[in-house]
């Protein structure tokens, strides 16, 4: 019975840590706007690049909010690509 008490405790320690640091979509469009300064190779890239990222960003990313994690929809010329959010972390998922 304690172990299942243990476990029980366990698991909504971790939900309410996910709950708790489920990235926004002003979160996932910063660390976006970063991924993208960081590929720059010139100084001048990194300039334009973080300028014209963050609006491009805006109007291309959908959020879904799953109250643990959230999907991230990112609408590009040749299709889309998705985003996990969890743990204010950022993964690929396709």
């Not at 476990?7 to 976006?32: C, K, M, Q, Y």
């Not at 963050?54 to 690509?81: H, N, R």
């Amino acid at each position: 019975m304690q172990k299942l008490l243990i476990t029980v405790i366990i698991i909504l320690i971790i939900l309410i840590s996910a709950a708790i640091t489920n990235p926004t979509r002003e979160e996932f469009i910063n660390w976006g706007v970063a991924e993208i300064k960081s590929e720059a190779e010139t100084d001048i890239e990194r300039i334009f690049g973080g300028a014209v990222a963050a609006p491009m960003l805006e109007l291309q990313t959908k959020a879904d909010d799953f109250v643990f994690f959230t999907i991230f929809v990112l609408e590009k010329s040749d299709g889309e690509v998705k985003y996990l959010g969890i743990f204010n972390n950022f993964f690929a998922l396709n």
